[in-house]
């Protein structure tokens, strides 16, 4: 082998070994000062519990991984028990710029803590568009009518998510329908979807206590 060469991959198998160590390193010390950061979060140590996760999201790892993605929500979870609402949106931001589903619908938590209704929505609609099978973002959605005791408008939004194919979250649907339905005072369309509802998750005591209550109406 020519001698220029060797040297060459010598020195390239180098730096792959020391970046491997490094983000390993970077890896396992993202993980243990996450970890503790959840023991705060925990105790409702909202500040102490920020520090850890942002010092743990800011690790070196070569790849963005499901952990780090999980160091993120925990971050914008702890700004947000803080209230530092516009915080904890610039880092859903981030996650919704990862493709994370999820992260819309927290977002749209922080704006409506804000008092920011229309961008809340806004920003409801925008996750659907991107994962129209997200149930979690109907229910935000719904919720955010619910609210405003605007049922009408939140049932409609619910009933889109059923429309749609492999529905995730579809347990969350359902059950937010029968509650739209009680506060409508629609006692016998509520009592109908409990009934399907139970049928459909047998073992759900939520769905149990809700049928319950609504044989009693």
């Known amino acids: 082998m020519n001698h220029k060469l060797k040297v060459a991959l010598t020195a390239a198998a180098a730096v792959i070994i020391l970046l491997a160590a490094v983000c390993g390193y970077g890896y396992i ?8 950061g959840i023991e705060y979060l925990n105790q ?30 925990y971050e914008g979870e702890a700004l947000y028990q803080m209230e ?3 915080d904890a949106a610039e880092i859903y931001d981030r996650l919704i710029e990862r493709g994370e589903s999820r992260a819309y619908s927290f977002k749209a938590f922080c704006l409506m803590r804000q008092g920011k209704t229309k961008e809340a929505l806004n920003v409801c609609d925008e996750g659907i568009k991107q994962n129209p099978a997200s149930g979690e973002i109907y229910t935000t959605k719904y919720g955010i009518y619910a609210k405003q005791e605007k049922y009408e408008e939140g049932l409609k939004v619910l009933n889109e998510a059923l429309k749609q194919e492999n529905l995730e979250q579809k347990k969350e649907v359902l059950f937010a329908r029968i509650s739209a339905y009680e506060s409508m005072f629609d006692f016998d369309k509520a009592y109908e979807y409990a009934k399907e509802y139970v049928k459909a998750y047998p073992k759900d005591s939520k769905g149990k206590k809700e049928l319950t209550f609504l044989e009693t109406r």
């Open 29 to 36: 010390s993202q993980k243990t000062i996450a970890n503790s």
């Open 84 to 86: 530092r609402y516009e």
């Open 44 to 73: 409702k140590e909202y500040q102490k519990a920020y520090t850890q996760f942002h010092k743990a999201s800011g690790k070196f790892t070569l790849l963005f991984t499901k952990q780090k993605t999980d160091v993120l929500f």
